[in-house]
């Protein structure tokens, strides 16, 4: 369980593929003091800590995940956000996350506010019920509120802390991200398509 509050970013070193799989070492501020079989949420999917060397630790995407995620995309050099698991005992700084992503989106404009910087997104149309104006979503694992919704896409704003923290300084049109929807508001959605 995470919070979408990014705690770090780190840099793919090296990406070996095996099969249908895919294994990452990643390097990072927070790497030497990860755990083996920790989760560990990189933008904002779910993955488990598998090997710590140093600042560098691996792990490994299965067929699913790099099916549902920008995660094939991912090549040596990129940066990645890092946020390791929620403390319960701490604040809830953001919202409910899982790190199971539901789907990507593509990004179709990146716009700079004089000091602040707004995203807009395309989505696939069977997704546009999980959106709603000024709700949260997870974007690359970074909780963010939700305006100008339409059908098929929204808008993000970013503060210039998240621009310098994150990964969204990098992000140009036609990057594909990550998605999760707010996890309350998929169970809403589903129990009214059950009622219907």
Not at 60 to 85: F, Y
Not at 171 to 186: H, P, S, T, Y
């Amino acid at each position: 369980m995470f919070t979408g509050i990014i705690e770090t970013t780190g840099i793919i070193e090296k990406i070996i593929a095996s099969g249908t799989n895919k294994t990452f070492w990643i390097k990072s501020p927070v790497s030497s003091e990860l755990k083996v079989d920790q989760s560990v949420s990189h933008n904002g999917v779910c993955l488990t800590v598998e090997a710590v060397n140093a600042d560098v630790h691996q792990l490994t995407a299965i067929e699913e995940t790099l099916l549902k995620t920008n995660l094939n995309s991912w090549e040596e050099g990129d940066t990645v956000n890092i946020e390791r698991c929620l403390h319960m005992n701490g604040r809830l700084d953001g919202h409910i996350v899982q790190g199971h992503v539901d789907t990507t989106a593509v990004c179709i404009s990146v716009e700079e506010k004089n000091g602040s910087w707004e995203y807009s997104f395309n989505i696939d149309r069977q997704f546009a019920s999980l959106i709603i104006e000024k709700g949260s979503i997870s974007l690359n694992g970074i909780s963010l509120t939700i305006f100008n919704v339409k059908e098929d896409g929204f808008t993000v704003a970013i503060i210039p802390y998240t621009y310098t923290h994150t990964n969204m300084q990098y992000l140009q049109k036609g990057d594909r991200v990550n998605i999760e929807f707010d996890m309350i508001g998929k169970y809403v959605n589903r129990i009214q398509q059950l009622n219907k």
